[in-house]
Nanobody
């Protein structure tokens, strides 16, 4: 049974930093591309960042580029999202997702249907 468990969310002040983690089990982590998405109240789930199975390539949504960093540790079966200079607009539930390694994933990594497994999410709330 595949499990993706996010952690590290919470209440943070605007302008500070936060690191989210996603622990994976029940799958061969190093064979899966990974992504982070987020969903704010009343809004659709939004792509944040993605990383290839080896960690060799990363992708970011334009609004997160330069502030967020996605990384992974395949020895620890863990995905990370470093969030710097958080803004009120970063308030959302953050989800990690895993995609079975497919050759066309690099064309669709920003789409929710490019992923096969999802975590339950971790809430990030940015306050003043």
């Amino acid at each position: 049974q595949v499990q993706l468990v996010e952690s590290g969310g919470g209440l943070v002040q605007v302008g500070t930093s936060l690191t989210l983690s996603c622990s994976a089990s029940g799958l061969t982590f190093s064979s899966h591309h990974m992504g982070w998405f987020r969903q704010a109240p009343g809004k659709a789930r939004e792509y944040v960042a993605a990383i290839t199975s080896s960690g060799g390539r990363t992708y970011y949504a334009n609004s997160m580029k330069g502030r967020f960093t996605i990384s992974r540790d395949n020895d620890k079966n863990t995905l990370y999202l470093q969030m710097n200079s958080v803004t009120f607009g970063d308030t959302a539930v953050y989800y990690c997702a895993a995609a079975i390694r497919r050759s066309d994933w690099t064309a669709y990594y920003y789409r929710t249907d490019a992923y096969d497994y999802w975590g339950q999410g971790t809430q990030v709330t940015v306050s003043s």
